[in-house]
């Protein structure tokens, strides 16, 4: 059973910055895809960032490209959402992912952390 366990949300101004953490009980991290979602009220949730663990390839949605920056850490099972220049549209609940390298989806999900931008 994977488990991911989110942290680091919460209230920050326009412009602002946060991070996100996200604690994975898998192993080895090599063999996963761990990944950022974030789901806004009324919207379908939206793809962040990824960063594989087997060739630590990382990839950005095109809304955060610039702003976003994902990296993982296989001694401790993490991987990191570096949040900057955030904007009202990036409010969301904020969903960390992973999925074995051989699978196209996204199978195991955190329960995810709130993310809320102030004008």
């Known amino acids: 059973q994977v488990q991911l366990v989110e942290s680091g949300g919460g209230l920050v101004q326009a412009g602002g910055s946060l991070r996100l953490s996200c604690a994975a009980a898998?192993?080895?991290?090599?063999?996963?895809?761990m990944g950022w979602f974030r789901q806004a009220p009324g919207k379908e949730r939206e793809f962040v960032a990824s960063?594989?663990?087997?060739?630590?390839?990382?990839a950005y949605g095109e809304s955060v490209k610039g702003r976003f920056t994902i990296s993982g850490d296989s001694a401790k099972n993490t991987v990191t959402l570096q949040m900057a220049s955030l904007k009202p549209e990036d409010t969301a609940v904020y969903y960390c992912?992973?999925?074995?390298?051989?699978?196209?989806?996204?199978?195991?999900w955190g329960g995810g952390t709130q993310v809320t931008v102030s004008a």
């Open positions: 992912a992973a999925r074995p390298i051989w699978n196209p989806n996204f199978n195991y």
């Open positions: 898998l192993r080895p991290f090599s063999s996963y895809v």
């Open positions: 960063f594989s663990g087997s060739d630590r390839f990382i």
